[in-house]
């Protein structure tokens, strides 16, 4: 079974610009969440969505972050305009069952991203 | 506020031997769960090892097992027979329920790097 894919893999960019990450999260898994790894903080949650809807985005740094799910196969994370200090590498992870369920949270490659 | 300790930074371990990756929690909920996750080098993280707080025994996924300690609040991994390959970062993860119940994601600790010495 295919995994957790993310794209890009890797992601250089300009301070000032928008930066898409992509997320195809397993067949049949209908909890989604976003985390960013930076050696200061870890890891953390940004945002989770459940059946494609935001549940929880309290860690959303601020307004210049968003992120969607339009359907149950496909999400997206934006920064607009991105920072330098958004330099991290971006995890989504999905997982089957709702929000008490015990099973494990299975994660993408990451997303390494660096703002110029 | 749920937390998950991890008190080593590093460890070393020579090959073919057994080592313990040491882990606390602190959580008020009866009902938690507690997980690793090991990150190579490459960046990716992968899934050990799973003990929920009602399991009566340790959990075991291969060469890994899980020292569970409900009264002292510990969740060791004990990885046996190291191989080369097991060298990597390892985080303790543990599921958060979140304001109201709602969100059930991980909180994890700071990691520990394990360096497998041949």
């Known amino acids: 079974d295919a995994g957790v894919i993310q794209s890009p893999r890797h992601e250089v960019t300009e301070m000032g610009q928008e930066v898409t990450l992509r997320c195809k999260p397993i067949s049949g898994h209908n909890s989604l969440f976003w985390y960013r790894q930076t050696m200061m903080r870890g890891l953390e949650l940004l945002i989770y969505?459940?059946?494609?809807?935001?549940?929880?985005d309290s860690g959303m740094p601020e307004d210049r972050f968003s992120a969607k799910m339009p359907n149950a196969s496909f999400s997206t994370l934006k920064i607009q305009p991105s920072e330098p200090r958004d330099s991290a590498v971006y995890f989504c992870?999905?997982?089957?069952?709702?929000?008490?369920?015990?099973?494990?949270?299975?994660f993408g490659d990451g997303t390494r991203l660096s703002i110029l | 506020a749920q937390k998950i300790t991890q008190t080593q930074p590093g460890m070393f371990v020579q090959e073919k031997e057994a080592v313990t990756l040491d882990c606390t929690y602190d959580?008020?909920?009866?009902?938690?769960?507690l997980f690793w996750y090991k990150q190579p080098s490459s960046g990716e993280m992968i899934f050990l090892i799973y003990?929920?707080?009602?399991?009566?025994q340790n959990a075991t996924e291969g060469r890994y097992s899980l020292n569970f300690q409900k009264a002292r609040k510990s969740a060791n991994l004990v990885i046996s027979a190291s191989q080369l390959g097991d060298s990597a970062m390892y985080f303790c993860?543990?599921?958060?329920?979140?304001?109201?119940?709602?969100?059930?994601?991980?909180?994890f600790g700071t990691g520990t790097l394990l360096a497998v010495q041949p």
């Open positions: 003990q929920g707080s009602y399991d009566e």
């Open positions: 993860a543990m599921r958060d329920r979140g304001f109201g119940g709602a969100t059930n994601k991980l909180i």
């Open positions: 969505f459940n059946n494609n809807v935001p549940i929880d």
């Open positions: 959580t008020s909920d009866q009902s938690y769960g």
């Open positions: 992870a999905s997982r089957p069952g709702d929000q008490y369920s015990n099973q494990p949270q299975h």
